[in-house]
């Protein structure tokens, strides 16, 4: 039997409020559930992305990061959201949010070449986020194309 280990994938998050602190929030919790991150570092940690660096790639799709001192490699996590949030002023509502999850010693350089990765294969494959809102097989075969 065929078992897929692919990046962790949230389809249709329900948030007990739509906006930007609660999705980071969730985030926060997602990391720490599923990748053993310390929930007080991840809060931190996207609070801090958010910002200084948040980025909003499409009109569906932001990015932001999170530093972990236990992680080796560069990772992902794909968030699809019930319904929208506003994540930058003057822009359209979100409802895709990608979090790389990164070495604590990644530099400047090392992480804007990973955004410009990141970057060039959201706007590759925009067409199929509708597609694959709810479907996690999807989102985790995208996810690992990020990284």
């Known amino acids: 039997m065929f078992i897929a280990d692919h990046a962790p994938v949230y389809p249709r998050v329900k948030l007990s409020r739509y906006d930007k602190l609660n999705a980071l929030h969730q985030a926060a919790v997602f990391l720490?559930?599923?990748r053993g991150l310390d929930l007080q570092q991840a809060i931190s940690s996207l609070l801090a992305s958010a910002a200084?660096?948040?980025v909003q790639l499409n009109q569906r799709t932001?990015?932001?990061h999170v530093t972990d001192p236990n992680c080796t490699k560069p990772e992902v996590l794909v968030m699809t959201l019930r319904r929208p949030v506003m994540w930058t002023i003057l822009q359209k509502p979100?409802?895709?949010l990608i979090v790389l999850r990164v070495p604590q010693l990644?530099?400047?350089t090392?992480?804007?070449v990973l955004r410009d990765?990141?970057?060039?294969?959201v706007a590759a494959n925009h067409q199929y986020f509708t597609q694959w809102r709810d479907d996690p097989v999807g989102l985790g075969m995208f996810a690992d194309d990020l990284v």
């Open 106 to 108: 990644f530099d400047d």
């Open 62 to 64: 932001a990015l932001i």
């Open 110 to 112: 090392q992480l804007q």
């Open 52 to 54: 200084r660096d948040a």
């Open 117 to 121: 990765r990141v970057a060039t294969v």
């Open 32 to 34: 720490h559930q599923d």
């Open 94 to 96: 979100i409802d895709y």
